[in-house]
């Protein structure tokens, strides 16, 4: 009876090591570092595509690459930095830390947490086929109607980008249901929220942007994909549609997912002070809700993005007060992370460094974007390089500079061993000024008039000195990550293992555990009285009292599974049905009514097989699950 | 280690962190001096219409606005960090928060945000105000990768004036511009005069009205990437003064004269074999066509391909010829051939000798 559920190549991957174990495995902490290691994969092609649009456009009238490839290169650098690197960049670091923040074992639902990041991924990797395919999308990671309909992009490329979307946005939204409800359900006896570290705030509060916002972009694709597969009519100019309907749909869910990118970055910053100054985060309520408030008011100015559209007056001037908002409660963080520095004994190694550009810079990208706010204005910028600047100041200067804090924070607690100080330091230095060396010229470049988007400009435009510089400074970038990739290679040969549970001298509870922890997390569930367990020291929930010996084999963890992995390619291979369909009837018909069985078969698998597989050796509870 | 010692290297580590607090100040400046040094022909900063002046001051108002609170956030945040580096001896001070401190930084941001909303708001109510009735309006409509431009009552027999590509105004008069599309999303924007307003398929906008006040030409460019000639798709406003301007209009209402050899040549090839009145059109003859720009006077125009090429004959027996090696249109057929390039049996080929015919007429019309 044991074993008639595990025969064939069907039988439960059990083997705690091999490249299966990672195919199958259902550990946060494994889903984590996939999540990081594509992120940082695609953070490298997206980087490869910045580079080969700012080499076309160092210099006036070039012919670096064609305007067919710089228009798919820039729609696609801004879909994969978007989508495929901020956006998993900040799941790697929930899915590895969050339930070590919170004192859990694993997250609710860590079957569905694998078939997430397997959605991510297959998404990621269907819509890059399309370079293969000689169809990239190339009509803007916005993807605005009737730019996107068959009579304007006959080709396959904004197919590609529509079902590419929908694959990976399933998996993103799947994530949002299961951390609210781990950080909700999951918590250590005595971990309130009050008690959660700032971090795991703002993973809540993405959670819930992510559950309300996605449906939206999910809505929009199916719209479009219906006008491009089926022949309807929600984007047919002429039938009458109304453009702006995509607009409006878009950025209800794109303006808060500018919020979702950020918001990771400011828990990490604001976990990552503390730890460097050596005293609490200032105002840790504030900071707090004050994410929460970004987040609602975030829902409440999407068409701040169409100020030129035409709305009339009333519309603009109530969105660009709804908009200014915004700025009151970013302010106000910006000024508890200054205030947790008042006071401190302040250190500065490479987090901190990071940390510290992460607030300078991510406050320049909040001043432009006060600055857009004034319709009159923004008249000028909107669709210029000056809206260029703002943005990477926000995404690159906020999100990807807060992330990297996150990444030379958390390494050891990720792998065991620290990155190098000195070669972090370097690769901060040059990354600053090369990030700076970019962007900020492009503030001067939208004044000088030059549009977005545009893969050529004339000599007579004046734009080409900036422009060089600018070019330049894309290379800086690039050397800075060149840097980084050294770093993390030879940390992770050289360095030696960490002997400390806390080598940074942190507050929060994943610092109580080994590095990197145990599969279990945490060999018996902490209690936790306090928001800084491990520096009040009435309250350090590890030490004393000493702890028994713990039998690693009693804590019984979710065993690993094949069905997350096959169901979501199943569902990708649905749409790469859907895909060769429009091309050829037939084999598209047979793929899909072949992946659609297929998900329905694992679907079932999926459901009725217990999370805990019953091991051998271990009587009781085997018995009990065949009962 | 004297007193002197330890003040020496503070004030080191003050220099160091003052000369990387400089790095942005200093390329900042070098930018500005970059604006104002040369002659930008898209330079927000330069403004030569009424509206596009007082953008520029609230602009500027912003920017200094802007520059105020980030330099105080960027000298506060470097003073903190030289002043509470870690020191041996000095512990942190376990400070949780200042109720009263927050409540007052809440505030000063709202305060420094109604400071900038109220000049937002007049703003807008400003641009939405309708145009007075002895504005001079013009309809505007966007194509994939050109610009239709329609004077209305001011043309032939009390009709519409048409052109494409270049707008002409007169000097010190209100321009009322309506925009619509006659296929995706285009923008029209010309830094100098006026902020863009997207042209948009089923709607027709306003571009918010403006009075330029210098005469001169000044470059306009699509804002909304519309695929992929985006780049290509530039226009230019002339502005004339009140005579030049009655003078253009008058000989673009007036037929072309007759012309002879090469040019005659060209004018048969044109309604004929050619099929050019297919697509185009030339006030006063039977040349009707909508799908392309109009080319009435063209030989006047400063530009080809949108605002992006010089007219000479030589560029423009290349746009005819194969405009495909200008500009990147894809091979559809909503878009006007490369006829050069079309092989041999097809009806609509063109040779370079005929090409030439055509170059010859379409330069003929001249506004004289």
């Known amino acids: ?627 | 280690m004297t007193s002197a010692d330890v003040k020496g290297r503070v004030n080191m580590a003050r220099t160091r962190g003052l000369l990387r607090t400089l790095f942005i100040p200093a390329l900042l400046l070098a930018m500005l001096v970059a604006i104002a040094s040369c002659t930008v022909p898209q330079n927000n900063f330069a403004p030569a219409s009424d509206r596009a002046q007082s953008v520029m001051s609230l602009y500027i108002f912003l920017i200094v606005a802007a520059s105020i609170v980030g330099g105080g956030v960027l000298f506060g945040t470097l003073y903190l960090i030289v002043r509470y580096r870690a020191r041996p001896g000095v512990q942190a001070r376990q400070i949780h928060g200042n109720n009263l401190l927050e409540i007052g930084w809440t505030l000063v941001p709202i305060f420094v945000l109604v400071i900038i909303a109220i000049p937002t708001i007049i703003g807008i109510a400003g641009a939405a105000r309708p145009p007075r009735d002895e504005a001079l309006h013009i309809r505007v409509v966007g194509h994939q990768w050109w610009w239709e431009v329609e004077y209305e009552d001011i043309g032939p027999n009390g009709g519409a004036l048409r052109t494409a590509n270049e707008i002409f105004v007169p000097v010190g008069r209100e321009i009322a511009i309506t925009l619509e599309s006659n296929d995706v999303i285009h923008s029209f924007w010309v830094p100098k005069l006026v902020g863009k307003t997207d042209a948009i398929p089923n709607r027709v906008n306003r571009l918010e009205s403006f009075t330029p006040f210098e005469i001169g030409t000044f470059y306009g460019q699509c804002a909304e990437f519309c695929g992929a000639a985006h780049a290509l798709m530039r226009f230019r406003v002339h502005v004339l003064s009140q005579g030049d301007f009655n003078r253009w209009v008058q000989a673009l209402q007036t037929p072309p004269a007759p012309v002879g050899g090469l040019a005659e040549e060209g004018r048969q090839l044109f309604f004929g074999a050619a099929g050019c009145i297919a697509c185009h059109a030339i006030a006063g003859t039977i040349a009707q066509g909508q799908l392309g720009p109009d080319l009435t006077r063209f030989g006047s125009r400063d530009t080809l391909g949108a605002g992006v090429f010089e007219n000479t004959p030589e560029n423009l027996h290349q746009w005819i010829y194969d405009l495909r090696s200008m500009k990147p249109i894809p091979d559809e057929p909503r878009f006007m051939p490369s006829f050069g390039t079309l092989p041999a049996d097809d009806p609509r080929h063109l040779t370079n000798e005929q090409v030439d015919a055509l170059v010859a007429y379409l330069e003929s019309m001249r506004v004289e």
């Open chain 1, 1 to 627: 009876m044991a074993t008639t559920a595990r025969v064939g190549i069907l039988q439960r991957p059990l083997a705690p090591t091999g490249v299966w174990s990672w195919i199958t495995t259902v550990d946060h902490k494994r889903i984590g570092i996939l999540y990081g290691v594509t992120a940082l994969i695609m953070f490298l092609i997206g980087g490869l595509e910045a580079l080969a649009i700012r080499a076309q456009l160092a210099t006036s009238d070039a012919n670096v690459i064609s305007a067919e490839t710089f228009n798919a290169l820039f729609t696609m650098h801004g879909t994969t930095m978007v989508f495929m690197v901020v956006m998993p960049a900040g799941a790697a670091f929930f899915n590895f830390l969050i339930p070590l923040m919170i004192g859990a074992r694993d997250v609710a639902f860590p079957r569905l947490n694998a078939f997430s990041y397997w959605l991510f991924l297959f998404g990621t990797v269907l819509m890059n086929v399309s370079f293969l395919a000689g169809a990239a999308p190339d009509s803007g990671w916005f993807g605005y109607a009737p730019l996107t309909a068959n009579t304007f992009t006959p080709s396959a490329s904004v197919d590609y980008w529509v079902l590419g979307l929908q694959v990976l946005g399933l998996g993103t939204l799947i994530a949002g249901f299961n951390f609210v409800v781990t950080i909700l359900n999951l918590r250590a006896p005595g971990m309130t929220l009050m008690r959660m570290p700032v971090f795991v705030w703002m993973t809540l509060i993405i959670s819930f942007l992510i559950i309300f916002a996605f449906p939206v972009l999910t809505i929009a694709l199916t719209l479009l994909m219906f006008d491009r597969f089926f022949g309807t009519n929600f984007f047919a100019m002429a039938a009458g549609a109304d453009p702006l309907l995509w607009q409006h749909f878009f950025w209800i869910f794109g303006h808060p997912e500018v919020y979702i990118l950020i918001l990771p970055a400011m828990g990490i910053v604001s976990d990552v002070l503390p730890t460097f100054a050596r005293k609490p985060l200032f105002g840790y309520a504030t900071v707090v809700f004050a994410g929460a408030a970004i987040a609602f008011l975030g829902f409440g100015v999407w068409a701040h993005h169409m100020f030129t559209v035409g709305l009339g007056a009333w519309a603009t001037g109530a969105f660009a007060v709804a908009t200014m908002t915004i700025a009151v409660p970013t302010g106000v963080k910006i000024f508890n992370w200054m205030a947790t520095l008042y006071g401190g004994s302040l250190r500065f190694q490479t987090p901190m460094l990071f940390a510290l550009g992460f607030i300078l810079m991510f406050m320049l990208g909040g001043l432009s974007g006060v600055m857009h706010a004034s319709v009159p204005v923004d008249t000028q910028q909107q669709d210029s390089y000056f809206v260029v600047a703002h943005f990477h100041y926000v995404l690159f200067g906020g999100s990807v500079f807060g992330l990297m804090a996150g990444i030379y924070y958390w390494f050891p607690k990720f792998t065991g061993r620290m990155l190098r100080e000195g070669i972090g330091k370097v690769h901060f230095w040059i990354m600053l000024i090369g990030f700076n060396l970019t962007f900020m010229p492009m503030h001067v470049l939208g004044v000088l008039g030059m549009p977005r988007r545009i893969y050529t400009y004339s000599a007579d435009q004046g734009w080409d000195l900036l422009n060089g510089i600018v070019s330049a400074g894309a290379f800086i970038i690039a050397i800075s990550l060149l840097v980084f990739l050294y770093n993390v290679w030879t940390s992770l040969r050289n360095n030696p293992r960490v002997t400390t549970t806390n080598p940074w001298g942190a507050s929060t509870l994943e610092w109580s555990i080994p590095n990197p922890p145990p599969v279990y997390n945490f060999a018996v569930v902490p209690t936790v009285r306090s928001l800084h367990p491990l520096w009040d020291e009435d309250a350090n929930p590890i030490d004393p009292p000493a702890l028994p010996p713990v039998d690693a084999r009693a804590i019984h963890m979710p065993s690993p599974s094949y069905w997350p992995v096959v169901l979501a390619g199943a569902i990708t291979l649905l749409a790469a049905g859907l895909l060769i369909w429009k091309q050829a009837s037939l084999p598209g018909l047979v793929i899909m009514m072949a992946s659609g069985v297929l998900m329905l078969y694992s679907l079932f698998r999926f459901a009725v097989e217990p999370a805990t597989e019953p091991v051998h050796g271990h009587g009781a509870h085997g018995a009990a699950a065949h009962h």
